[in-house]
């Protein structure tokens, strides 16, 4: 069962986005340490939108871990630009911060997605946070102290422990970090 997931997962690299598909139903990234996770997701059309956000440093430009040096909200533009909007559509968000994110944020990366999805909902297409913050299932590795997360888009739900199933983690729900 899990091996059948991991060949329905569609993961996604730092500074790009992916959206679920027919054949890669199952989206989610991994080390993400400085970076943000977006996920977006349509629950009538069952469609799932993930982004991993690399976050540069503002004052002096430097890319994060070798990666290009891109804006954050131009990866959000990305993702928002493989929205289909030929009808009304109410996406659901969470944005999942890195392993050192959830410590220290200086740009403020999570304040300004949520104002960016909240400036960018309009009579066509609407953004809400989750309403069940008790379902997101986020794996850290312990090999690189960095989240992972995977969405199946035909249920709803996360399935980053089935997906990342040989890698050594700390549970999230633990009292550890």
């Known amino acids: 069962m899990k091996e059948e997931l991991t060949k329905l997962f569609e993961k996604v690299d730092c500074n790009s986005v992916a959206i679920s598909t027919p054949e890669k139903p199952i989206v989610g990234t991994e ?8 996920l977006l997701y349509d629950s009538e059309a069952h469609e799932a939108i993930v982004a991993h956000i690399g ?14 040096n891109i804006k954050w909200y131009k990866i959000v533009n990305d993702a928002l630009d493989l929205i289909k909007l030929d009808k009304k559509r109410i996406f659901k968000y ?16 999570k304040e300004k997605l949520i104002r960016y999805l909240t400036n960018t909902s309009s009579d066509i297409i609407e953004f809400v946070p989750f ?19 995977a969405f199946d888009s035909r249920s709803g739900k996360f399935v980053s422990h089935d997906v990342f199933y040989g890698m050594d983690y700390i549970n999230i729900n633990s009292k550890s970090r």
Request: charged residues 25%; contains cysteine; hydrophobic residues 35%.
């Open 31 to 38: 080390g993400l340490v400085t970076c943000f996770g977006l």
């Open 55 to 68: 976050v540069e440093d503002d004052d002096t430009h430097k890319a994060i871990a070798g990666y290009p």
């Open 94 to 109: 969470v944005i999942i911060p890195g392993f050192d994110s959830k410590i220290s944020d200086p740009h403020k990366i």
């Open 131 to 149: 309403e069940d913050n008790s379902n997101i299932d986020i794996k850290i590795s312990l090999e690189f102290l960095s989240n992972q997360f």
